[in-house]
């Protein structure tokens, strides 16, 4: 395989293990190392579905609620063909290890989002790099969250918690991932990157408007967004005319 985490991985917890005296051989952690991140994967199903689903009003019944869906979650993950196909003992599949970085980053989004906390979203960009490094399905987290943050920047539904979790996960996790040998500089210079781009594009500068609306005076956030709008048009004239440009020149291979 080209991705290296699956190899990377198996040494680490060879390593751990006879660091602490075990006598185990390093065939035997890699035949068990699939059902071992099953395992992991179910767990962080759970706990995926609970934070999706929590109430944020502290209510004890939408809590329980929330947990209840995070067992059934966890139980119908535990009993997909498809997936214990691909984690059963002796199997060495990257899938083992994508599904369970692949949820976590997931998990860990949702956490960041709804905290807005720097630490749940390194936690994310780590749990993306890891994803990245096993997997090509690195692009579906790549291309869905920017889709959500523009969704909700369409809604209305902004905050500052959306911002600081998807420029520290845009920002760092793109710079880990450009460190994957096989994935090198295709987060700049390919089409199906693109979304990402884009997505935290339009955050900064919602944020940037949405910051200047805050400071500026009441009978001037006429005239202020009329300005807004202008430059929205130019902005839009200029990206369109920056790509014709590079279709014919060929600057970037899109």
């Not at 780590?126 to 920017?146: D, E, R």
């Not at 009441?218 to 009329?226: C, I, L, P």
């Not at 048009?233 to 970037?252: D, I, M, Q, Y």
Request: proline share 3%; charged share 10%.
């Amino acid at each position: 395989t080209v991705y290296p985490g699956l190899m990377v991985l198996s040494s680490f917890l060879y390593r751990i293990v006879s660091a602490l005296n075990g006598q185990i051989e390093l065939r035997t952690v890699c035949m068990y190392l699939s059902p071992f991140m099953a395992a992991n994967t179910v767990v962080m199903t759970y706990f995926l579905c609970k934070e999706a689903l929590a109430d944020r009003s502290k209510d004890p019944v939408g809590n329980v609620k929330a947990r209840s869906a995070g067992v059934t979650a966890a139980a119908f993950m535990a009993i997909v063909p498809a997936f214990i196909n691909h984690t059963t003992a002796g199997s060495y599949d990257n899938e083992a290890l994508a599904v369970f970085a692949l949820i976590s980053t997931y998990y860990f989004w949702l956490k960041a989002v709804h905290t807005g906390s720097t630490f749940w979203s390194l936690m994310c960009v780590f749990s993306y790099f890891c994803l990245a490094s096993v997997h090509g399905g690195y692009l579906v987290v790549h291309n869905t969250l920017p889709l959500y943050v523009i969704a909700m920047l369409a809604s209305g539904a902004y905050s500052k918690r959306l911002y600081v979790a998807y420029s520290v996960f845009y920002a760092f996790g793109t710079l880990l991932a450009m460190n994957v040998q096989f994935i090198g500089f295709q987060p700049v210079l390919t089409l199906e990157h693109a979304c990402g781009l884009v997505g935290f594009l339009l955050l900064q500068l919602y944020a940037a408007v949405d910051l200047g609306h805050s400071y500026m005076p009441v009978d001037m956030r006429g005239a202020y967004w009329s300005h807004i709008k202008r430059g929205s048009v130019f902005l839009c004239a200029l990206v369109a005319a920056l790509a014709v440009l590079n279709s014919g020149l060929g600057v970037v291979n899109w």
